[in-house]
């Protein structure tokens, strides 16, 4: 029988993936396990295998096209007997039966008859056709409104009350330009100069988003301060052979990741997340960072899990491996989830100060820039030291200045002192 | 004026007259916008002069005359009945008429220019139009195809109109054959092969399926089956179409079934095999319209086609080839062109197949549901226990079944075999639609003795406890 693989719910909120590859073609033998396709999700390229063993008769897409979950990745033909799955497909195919090359044939049945075939949307929202156009009246996507009836119905009310809480769903005024011009008019830039257009997907739409929601939730205070890491480098440089020596390229950054962890231990609201349909704190008893990583693809964040067990070597040989998978796409979901903190470095690049955007649920986020030789008063004398600028983003909604001040005067004072580090932190 | 020189403005052009296009030409033109509509034959499209409307006319003349054969055993003694074709023929044209010439008033009446011709687009923003006097140039601002579909035909047997014939032939026909086989087991051979069973007609009725109506509740085709029997139609499933040999009057059509090859010969041969969109010649390249790979004009929700400006609705997009699909969706074009937030989302088809019992369906199957994960609570009320059924003369195996998720106890889908299901669907539809639990069925009192009865029973049957069954199960307590 013919069975169809469909696009399967690959986890948390991923409902769209586009095909980068088949790794298979029509006619070709495929095992149970096998990886045959691999598609892009807004977080990172997976493989997927085929969960039944039988010869490829159809792909239906091609590398590029964008499915939604439940969608046909592929049709294997199995042993077995034929199930209502496989006359839907049959029904999709129809057209085939006009193709003079093909023994006549009849159909397997005919399209014009009616059949439900429908698909529900991947999480079907109770609601009347009524407050449907109301959401769009108002421009709030119904899927992402907490219904307050039985069963999270979603009522009148509850969309007029989205869009009071969401401050990017601002109604639009229906395009009236619509009339005049095509229904997508929007800013002619054409007028003064030619223009390429490519849409935005992937890990590029996924950064997007996150960054609307998160600039538009959270009320972010950023604490500029410095930190003098000229002895930091002189460890870093003195231990740099026996890193070397275990294929681990030891830099600063696992220092400082060790550092947000000892300051995370001691003000744990840095560590936490605001749960923002409940109204509680979510303190964490855990310490994962993130660490930003440049890719080609974009931003991604892969997740150094319980940085406050790990030694600085261990945690810097766990970054280097996924930073790799970062860049060549290989990474797993599940690295690139569950973190309480992130970690940005613009060291390489240059810049003194920036204003990092904190990666919401998260609510703080700590970026450092180049370490450079600078003149400073030490003891009443000018020296030259190595200054290091930081910057600490953080969700005023869940502390204050105060203390957020000392979380990054804590970090600041590991930095300086790195036997600190060795004798005050676990 | 010399024709061809001179191109005409549109705001919104509407290329197809049918059930899609005349809808969204009169919403758009109650919205204030300026529409010409192109239609290459009749106004009302497929559906209101060769489909629907034209067949339900005779579905209802042919149930009259069995009604009037059976009327013995409810105490009418009736002399026997003829049919003379012609005349139904000529009836069901005036009646077709009557409505045509209404769409035609109120498209007048809406200041909605309608042109005749056929219609070949030419550019992303112009299309020209072929009609009796010349070809005309136009440009738009906006357009929505609504060109439609035409009848797939058995490959190596074209229709020729005579013997192999299309569902819009059997509709015109002036003799009932003595013989007709019907190719294809769906919504146009279940109701035109029933229509010729009751005219008289020898039918047999072959699908390459091996069940009937499979993509339906899998009850429903049971009971088609009997009822096919009732009427002496010879159903073959599995079968396999290899050829036909014309006659001298008539043809024999060669098949497979069940590993055996076999004929029959029969004075027509109905081929109802489905249908492919209208998307060929009609300019679409030229456009930069993207169709899919089953030859389907792609669109977003707001029935935006690839070129921004152009929508696209009914028969030539995915999904149901229905009529009010295609009205639906020609409303939210127009409304999406007059900058209304109109959307084709979260939508449920309805569908219909106005056989003998009608069966209606809408939402999903139990098994729709499960494969999409779902757990599902069915309540199954049959009309033989309902009053009302029982008083037209009903004495069938028809159900009403609704579906709900077991979860939130909302309804997913309503599924219907019975008497008047066409009429009965609609509250299951709103039920969907909306998203109703199943409670909003029970708790809502249904006139009596009323056929719709049969959704609160079959609602109240999801928990067993209908009334008009026994429910041993749920006794005392």
Same mark, same amino acid.
């Given at each position: 029988?013919?069975?169809?693989?469909?696009?399967?719910?690959?986890?948390?909120?991923?409902?769209?993936?586009?095909?980068?590859?088949?790794?298979?073609?029509?006619?070709?033998?495929?095992?149970?396990?096998?990886?045959?396709?691999?598609?892009?999700?807004?977080?990172?390229?997976?493989?997927?295998?085929?969960?039944?063993?039988?010869?490829?008769?159809?792909?239906?897409?091609?590398?590029?096209?964008?499915?939604?979950?439940?969608?046909?990745?592929?049709?294997?033909?199995?042993?077995?007997?034929?199930?209502?799955?496989?006359?839907?497909?049959?029904?999709?195919?129809?057209?085939?039966?006009?193709?003079?090359?093909?023994?006549?044939?009849?159909?397997?049945?005919?399209?014009?008859?009616?059949?439900?075939?429908?698909?529900?949307?991947?999480?079907?929202?109770?609601?009347?056709?009524?407050?449907?156009?109301?959401?769009?009246?108002?421009?709030?996507?119904?899927?992402?409104?907490?219904?307050?009836?039985?069963?999270?119905?979603?009522?009148?009310?509850?969309?007029?009350?989205?869009?009071?809480?969401?401050?990017?769903?601002?109604?639009?005024?229906?395009?009236?330009?619509?009339?005049?011009?095509?229904?997508?008019?929007?800013?002619?830039?054409?007028?003064?100069?030619?223009?390429?257009?490519?849409?935005?997907?992937?890990?590029?739409?996924?950064?997007?988003?996150?960054?609307?929601?998160?600039?538009?939730?959270?009320?972010?205070?950023?604490?500029?301060?410095?930190?003098?890491?000229?002895?930091?480098?002189?460890?870093?440089?003195?231990?740099?052979?026996?890193?070397?020596?275990?294929?681990?390229?030891?830099?600063?950054?696992?220092?400082?990741?060790?550092?947000?962890?000892?300051?995370?231990?001691?003000?744990?609201?840095?560590?936490?997340?605001?749960?923002?349909?409940?109204?509680?704190?979510?303190?964490?008893?855990?310490?994962?960072?993130?660490?930003?990583?440049?890719?080609?693809?974009?931003?991604?964040?892969?997740?150094?899990?319980?940085?406050?067990?790990?030694?600085?070597?261990?945690?810097?040989?766990?970054?280097?491996?996924?930073?790799?998978?970062?860049?060549?796409?290989?990474?797993?979901?599940?690295?690139?989830?569950?973190?309480?903190?992130?970690?940005?470095?613009?060291?390489?690049?240059?810049?003194?100060?920036?204003?990092?955007?904190?990666?919401?649920?998260?609510?703080?986020?700590?970026?450092?820039?180049?370490?450079?030789?600078?003149?400073?008063?030490?003891?009443?004398?000018?020296?030259?030291?190595?200054?290091?600028?930081?910057?600490?983003?953080?969700?005023?909604?869940?502390?204050?200045?105060?203390?957020?001040?000392?979380?990054?005067?804590?970090?600041?004072?590991?930095?300086?002192?790195?036997?600190?580090?060795?004798?005050?932190?676990? | 004026?010399?024709?061809?020189?001179?191109?005409?403005?549109?705001?919104?052009?509407?290329?197809?007259?049918?059930?899609?296009?005349?809808?969204?030409?009169?919403?758009?033109?109650?919205?204030?916008?300026?529409?010409?509509?192109?239609?290459?034959?009749?106004?009302?499209?497929?559906?209101?002069?060769?489909?629907?409307?034209?067949?339900?006319?005779?579905?209802?003349?042919?149930?009259?005359?069995?009604?009037?054969?059976?009327?013995?055993?409810?105490?009418?003694?009736?002399?026997?009945?003829?049919?003379?074709?012609?005349?139904?023929?000529?009836?069901?044209?005036?009646?077709?008429?009557?409505?045509?010439?209404?769409?035609?008033?109120?498209?007048?009446?809406?200041?909605?220019?309608?042109?005749?011709?056929?219609?070949?687009?030419?550019?992303?923003?112009?299309?020209?139009?072929?009609?009796?006097?010349?070809?005309?140039?136009?440009?738009?601002?906006?357009?929505?195809?609504?060109?439609?579909?035409?009848?797939?035909?058995?490959?190596?047997?074209?229709?020729?109109?005579?013997?192999?014939?299309?569902?819009?032939?059997?509709?015109?026909?002036?003799?009932?054959?003595?013989?007709?086989?019907?190719?294809?087991?769906?919504?146009?051979?279940?109701?035109?092969?029933?229509?010729?069973?009751?005219?008289?007609?020898?039918?047999?009725?072959?699908?390459?399926?091996?069940?009937?109506?499979?993509?339906?509740?899998?009850?429903?085709?049971?009971?088609?089956?009997?009822?096919?029997?009732?009427?002496?139609?010879?159903?073959?499933?599995?079968?396999?179409?290899?050829?036909?040999?014309?006659?001298?009057?008539?043809?024999?059509?060669?098949?497979?079934?069940?590993?055996?090859?076999?004929?029959?010969?029969?004075?027509?041969?109905?081929?109802?095999? #489905? +249908?492919?969109?209208?998307? %060929?010649?009609? =300019?679409?390249?030229?456009?930069? /319209?993207?169709? @899919?790979? *089953?030859?389907?004009?792609?669109?977003?929700?707001?029935?935006?086609?690839?070129?921004?400006?152009?929508?696209?609705?009914?028969?030539?997009?995915?999904?149901?080839?229905?009529?009010?699909?295609?009205?639906?969706?020609?409303?939210?074009?127009?409304?999406?062109?007059?900058?209304?937030?109109?959307?084709?989302?979260?939508?449920?088809?309805?569908?219909?197949?106005?056989?003998?019992?009608?069966?209606?369906?809408?939402?999903?199957?139990?098994?729709?549901?499960?494969?999409?994960?779902?757990?599902?609570?069915?309540?199954?009320?049959?009309?033989?226990?309902? #009053? +009302?059924?029982?008083?037209? %003369?009903?004495? =069938?195996?028809?159900?009403?079944? /609704?579906?709900? @998720?077991? *979860?939130?106890?909302?309804?997913?889908?309503?599924?219907?075999?019975?008497?008047?299901?066409?009429?009965?669907?609609?509250?299951?539809?709103?039920?969907?639609?909306?998203?109703?639990?199943?409670?909003?069925?029970?708790?809502?009192?249904?006139?009596?003795?009323?056929?719709?009865?049969?959704?609160?029973?079959?609602?109240?049957?999801?928990?067993?406890?209908?009334?008009?069954?026994?429910?041993?199960?749920?006794?005392?307590?």
């Amino acid at each position: 029988m013919r069975q169809v693989f469909r696009l399967p719910d690959i986890g948390e909120g991923i409902a769209q993936a586009e095909i980068v590859e088949y790794l298979v073609k029509v006619g070709d033998l495929v095992k149970a396990d096998q990886p045959i396709v691999r598609i892009e999700t807004d977080k990172a390229v997976v493989e997927l295998p085929a969960p039944f063993t039988g010869r490829v008769v159809e792909i239906p897409y091609v590398p590029g096209d964008t499915l939604n979950v439940g969608d046909p990745l592929i049709i294997i033909e199995t042993d077995g007997e034929v199930s209502a799955e496989v006359f839907r497909q049959a029904a999709d195919m129809m057209p085939k039966i006009s193709r003079p090359d093909e023994q006549p044939a009849m159909t397997l049945h005919d399209p014009s008859i009616p059949f439900p075939g429908q698909v529900l949307p991947a999480e079907r929202v109770l609601a009347t056709p009524h407050t449907r156009r109301l959401a769009r009246e108002l421009n709030v996507d119904i899927t992402t409104v907490r219904g307050s009836g039985p069963h999270g119905r979603v009522t009148d009310e509850d969309i007029r009350k989205a869009i009071s809480q969401i401050p990017s769903a601002v109604p639009k005024a229906p395009t009236a330009a619509a009339v005049q011009a095509p229904a997508t008019a929007g800013f002619n830039f054409e007028k003064y100069g030619p223009t390429r257009r490519i849409p935005l997907k992937g890990v590029r739409k996924r950064i997007a988003e996150v960054m609307v929601r998160s600039v538009s939730t959270i009320p972010h205070v950023t604490h500029f301060d410095e930190a003098d890491v000229t002895e930091l480098l002189a460890v870093v440089d003195r231990e740099k052979a026996l890193a070397e020596s275990r294929k681990i390229k030891l830099t600063i950054l696992s220092f400082l990741a060790k550092a947000a962890a000892a300051a995370l231990k001691e003000y744990p609201a840095l560590n936490s997340s605001l749960d923002e349909e409940t109204g509680e704190l979510v303190f964490k008893d855990y310490i994962h960072v993130g660490i930003a990583t440049d890719t080609d693809a974009g931003l991604m964040v892969p997740v150094v899990r319980d940085v406050d067990r790990k030694s600085i070597l261990h945690i810097a040989s766990e970054l280097q491996e996924l930073s790799r998978k970062a860049r060549d796409r290989s990474i797993d979901l599940d690295d690139l989830r569950g973190g309480t903190f992130s970690i940005t470095n613009i060291g390489a690049i240059g810049g003194n100060y920036a204003t990092p955007i904190i990666l919401h649920p998260q609510v703080a986020i700590l970026c450092s820039m180049r370490a450079q030789q600078k003149p400073v008063v030490r003891e009443g004398q000018v020296v030259i030291r190595t200054i290091m600028p930081l910057t600490l983003s953080f969700d005023h909604r869940v502390l204050d200045g105060a203390e957020g001040g000392r979380f990054m005067n804590h970090i600041i004072g590991l930095l300086e002192d790195p036997m600190r580090m060795l004798v005050d932190v676990a | 004026m010399v024709v061809g020189d001179f191109a005409q403005g549109t705001q919104v052009a509407v290329i197809g007259g049918g059930p899609g296009g005349y809808v969204a030409a009169i919403r758009a033109a109650q919205l204030g916008l300026e529409v010409t509509l192109v239609e290459r034959d009749l106004l009302g499209g497929i559906c209101l002069n060769w489909g629907c409307i034209p067949s339900k006319a005779l579905i209802h003349v042919a149930d009259l005359k069995r009604q009037i054969e059976h009327a013995d055993s409810l105490g009418l003694i009736t002399s026997g009945v003829r049919v003379d074709l012609p005349k139904i023929m000529k009836w069901k044209d005036m009646m077709v008429e009557k409505l045509r010439n209404g769409v035609s008033s109120l498209l007048a009446k809406n200041n909605v220019q309608v042109v005749v011709g056929t219609a070949r687009l030419t550019g992303d923003r112009s299309f020209t139009v072929e009609g009796p006097d010349g070809v005309h140039r136009f440009e738009f601002q906006h357009a929505i195809l609504a060109v439609g579909s035409s009848p797939l035909q058995l490959p190596g047997i074209p229709r020729d109109g005579e013997v192999v014939i299309d569902s819009t032939d059997a509709l015109e026909m002036t003799t009932v054959p003595d013989s007709l086989i019907v190719v294809g087991a769906g919504a146009v051979g279940l109701e035109l092969g029933t229509v010729y069973a009751k005219f008289g007609t020898r039918v047999t009725m072959l699908d390459g399926s091996d069940k009937l109506l499979p993509m339906l509740d899998p009850q429903i085709g049971r009971v088609m089956e009997r009822a096919l029997k009732t009427f002496g139609i010879e159903l073959v499933l599995g079968a396999r179409v290899l050829g036909v040999n014309r006659k001298d009057s008539g043809a024999e059509l060669e098949y497979s079934a069940s590993g055996k090859e076999q004929s029959i010969v029969a004075d027509r041969i109905l081929v109802g095999i #489905g +249908r492919r969109p209208n998307t %060929g010649g009609i =300019g679409l390249e030229k456009a930069g /319209v993207k169709m @899919d790979k *089953r030859g389907f004009v792609e669109v977003d929700s707001r029935m935006q086609t690839s070129v921004p400006g152009i929508f696209a609705i009914g028969d030539v997009v995915t999904g149901l080839m229905l009529a009010h699909k295609a009205s639906y969706q020609g409303k939210v074009a127009a409304e999406v062109i007059a900058g209304q937030p109109a959307a084709f989302d979260g939508v449920h088809v309805p569908s219909v197949i106005f056989s003998d019992p009608e069966i209606a369906t809408v939402g999903l199957t139990e098994e729709d549901a499960h494969s999409q994960g779902i757990d599902t609570k069915a309540g199954l009320f049959p009309f033989k226990a309902l #009053g +009302r059924a029982m008083t037209i %003369g009903d004495e =069938g195996h028809g159900f009403t079944k /609704v579906v709900s @998720d077991a *979860r939130t106890g909302s309804v997913l889908g309503v599924h219907i075999v019975g008497p008047h299901a066409s009429d009965i669907i609609a509250e299951g539809c709103l039920a969907v639609s909306s998203a109703s639990h199943v409670d909003d069925l029970t708790l809502t009192i249904h006139p009596h003795p009323t056929l719709p009865e049969s959704i609160e029973e079959a609602a109240e049957q999801v928990e067993h406890r209908a009334i008009h069954i026994f429910n041993p199960a749920v006794l005392g307590r």
